[in-house]
């Protein structure tokens, strides 16, 4: 939390030694600073990551012809997901 102050207090120093002292300017760069640093945005990306990486695994299994029971319990899917997902490529 202290880089994120730190980070936040130079990047405020910046802007305002460069334009004009403005607070609206301020609470914006504090509300960016905390959404790059904030743990639960890069936890929620972290398991969009592994969702995005299981369900490309899913794809190319099917493609292969390997049965969505096989693929649902090796990725950790649910076997309605993989059902859906050959449906898909069957379209």
Known sequence: MFSLKLTSYFL??????????DEGLNEEVLSMTRTLYDPIVAE?????????????????????GI??????????LSLE?????????AN
């Open 12 to 21: 405020d120093d910046a802007l305002n030694s460069r334009y004009v002292n």
């Open 44 to 64: 929620k990306a972290k398991l969009e990551g592994k969702l995005e990486g299981e369900l490309e695994a899913a794809l190319n299994a099917l493609i292969k």
């Open 67 to 76: 049965e969505p029971t096989i693929i649902a319990k090796i990725t950790g």
């Open 81 to 89: 997901t993989v059902q859906k997902l050959k449906a898909e490529l």
